[in-house]
């Protein structure tokens, strides 16, 4: 199965090394899109009839020794996505791919 996070491109060099770790500023997805650390995105559900989620990018790094790139986010959950208690269930959720950036 091919990396789906291939096609993303760092931008410039890496800000710090650390825990096996290459942290960065920016980076720029397949559609163009430029996502820098602490910028607000929208991500597609898994059904595409569910409205999109929102986050707060809070890192963009990769892995050394994997070459995996990942990005950690802050998720701002509806109300209907809360479970009992507040538990919530987070779905694997793909960068939306909408008109603007």
């Known amino acids: 199965m091919p990396d789906p996070h291939a096609n993303i ?9 650390e825990r096996g770790r290459l942290y960065y500023d920016r980076a720029v997805l397949p559609n163009g899109c430029e996502v820098s650390e602490g910028a607000f995105v929208q991500c597609q559900p898994p059904d595409p009839e569910q409205p999109l989620y929102l ?16 990005v950690e986010c802050q998720w701002f959950f509806r109300p209907e996505d809360l479970g009992p208690q507040g538990s919530v269930s987070v779905p694997d ?3 939306a791919q909408t008109g603007g950036c």
Request: aromatic share 8%.
């Open 9 to 17: 491109r760092w931008c410039g060099k890496p800000k710090r090394r």
């Open 55 to 70: 986050a707060r990018v809070a890192a963009l790094w990769e892995n050394v020794t994997e070459r995996t790139k990942m």
């Open 93 to 95: 959720l793909q960068p």
